[in-house]
């Protein structure tokens, strides 16, 4: 018996993986299996990379609708929603145009590179959107940003390779763990700092830059950490592999099992180990685990990007129309609580509920939860004050909690659908196709709002109601989807 345990043992050092000299993918492979322990500087990486990429998004919500109006380009105020969802849904458009081709890259040259890239043009981009004298300058500007918004795929690939797998839920969890604390400071940005001459003239004046461009101090703010984010990132741990999978393979692995050991034969391994390499070949398209989880996470993004311009209009949409006529602080405090909700749920409780109930369980719960949910908002414009406040940031956190939770879990499901070799490209078309339902979300949700501020005295959903409505209409379809035969997990 104890020779059989020996035997045992010394087969899985010989199957060991093989680590080949100068590729960065094999040190973080040696580092993973030799380090115990909770990764925290890589989390930290992960962490601020995401950040970076929330803030710019994050933090245009408070101020739009008052950006849409001081560009004098909507002929009455039932008609900025209409021009706010174009804005918001250029930086999706642009991004979808390029994800697979940042994710192809990705793949091809390494992880580093390209996030080095995305940050670079978030401190470029997002100044120049600060800096915008106009509506098409300002849509431009975002366009072009999202265009060079090359972060989310790659480090989406990353989190799954720098982290051992019991890690991997958490690693992924800090990815919208972060998002969840830009949800928090990229409000909180452009809520206060936003028309800092009107809301500060002690400290900034209407003559200097902030005063022309009323927009620009929460810009500012992003780019400069952006920037510091690109100097940190030299020092990021690549994770690509470099070297030749099959030709090193059968070198190094016959030098390191030459010899026979317990009557083991060393080619035998050699042969297991090569039977369970992936083949570049396989298509992605093919792969209906992957494919169905991306369609599902499309359906979900459509419904939250549409609910996040939706809420920010609403909320500074004047009484009259059935919004709340709040300010642009007062959005930004309701958004930086729910940030706050998602970031102790993300940190604390999601890696235990993923282990316990698997990402599709959880997929399903928040959607369902989410329907009755949403319902409840148009009854809380009805209140006032305090009762007012505590209600909308209730429904505002839970709500963000339970989008951040769908999130999270699809992202586990398509990660895990593919190998290293294609993450990249499957982060990549993750991050096209979302892309495009995340343009659609925007622009399709700033048309409704307007055409339901015209319909305050409709029978059926008058005003907002109607706007809510479609949102669950939306929302059932994704839950629906969720199950099968339209999404299914790899078989391990």
Not at 74 to 86: M, R
Not at 105 to 114: F, L, M, T
Not at 207 to 235: D, M, N
Not at 443 to 455: D, E, H, L, P, T
Request: glycine share 8%; net charge positive.
């Amino acid at each position: 018996m104890h020779t059989m345990e020996m035997e045992e043992e010394q087969r899985e050092v010989l199957l060991k993986k093989v680590y080949h000299g100068g590729c960065p993918g094999c040190r973080v492979e040696h580092l993973k299996d030799t380090q115990r322990g909770l990764p925290v500087k890589q989390l930290f990486f992960v962490w601020i990379v995401v950040l970076c990429n929330a803030l710019p998004i994050s933090s245009l919500f408070p101020y739009l609708y008052f950006m849409i109006r001081d560009f004098n380009i909507a002929k009455t105020e039932k008609d900025i929603g209409y021009y706010a969802g174009y804005a918001g849904a250029s930086y999706m458009f642009g991004r979808a145009l390029t994800s697979i081709l940042w994710g192809v890259v990705a793949d091809r040259y390494g992880r580093k590179p390209v996030i080095l890239l995305g940050t670079a043009s978030v401190v470029i981009f997002n100044t120049l959107f600060g800096l915008s004298l106009n509506y098409w300058m300002a849509i431009s500007s975002r366009f072009l940003l999202g265009s060079m918004s090359t972060l989310l795929g790659p480090i989406m690939a990353y989190a799954t390779e720098i982290f051992r797998e019991e890690y991997q839920a958490l690693g992924l969890s800090t990815i919208n763990t972060a998002w969840g604390v830009g949800l928090i400071i990229g409000p909180a940005l452009g809520g206060f700092l936003a028309q800092p001459a009107e809301k500060y003239p002690n400290i900034f004046s209407k003559e200097s830059i902030f005063g022309r461009f009323p927009y620009f101090l929460p810009c500012l703010c992003t780019s400069v950490y952006a920037f510091g984010i690109t100097i940190a990132c030299c020092w990021l741990q690549e994770t690509l592999h470099t070297h030749n999978e099959n030709d090193k393979l059968r070198k190094n692995s016959y030098n390191a099992l030459e010899a026979p050991v317990c009557g083991f034969n060393a080619e035998e391994a050699v042969n297991e180990i090569e039977a369970n390499k992936p083949t570049s070949k396989e298509s992605l398209i093919k792969n209906w685990p992957l494919m169905s989880s991306i369609i599902v996470f499309c359906v979900f993004s459509l419904h939250d990007m549409a609910y996040s311009e939706i809420f920010s209009l609403w909320a500074v949409s004047p009484r009259k129309y059935g919004g709340l006529s709040y300010s642009t602080d007062d959005v930004g405090v309701v958004l930086a609580i729910s940030g706050f909700g998602v970031l102790v749920f993300q940190l604390f409780l999601y890696p235990y509920l993923e282990k316990l109930l698997g990402p599709i369980i959880i997929c399903r719960i928040a959607g369902v939860l989410s329907i009755p949910l949403l319902a409840i908002y148009p009854l809380i414009a009805m209140l006032s004050g305090f009762s007012l406040s505590l209600a909308l940031n209730c429904a505002s956190a839970m709500k963000n909690v339970l989008s951040m939770s769908i999130a999270t879990s699809l992202i586990i499901l398509q990660n895990r659908a593919v190998e290293q070799h294609q993450r990249g490209a499957a982060n990549g078309i993750t991050m096209t196709t979302m892309s495009l339902f995340k343009a659609a979300g925007p622009a399709g949700g700033g048309v409704i709002f307007s055409w339901a501020q015209r319909r305050q005295r409709a029978a059926f959903f008058p005003g907002d109601q109607m706007v809510f409505f479609i949102l669950n209409v939306v929302e059932a379809i994704a839950v629906l989807m969720t199950f099968k035969p339209f999404l299914v997990r790899r078989s391990q």
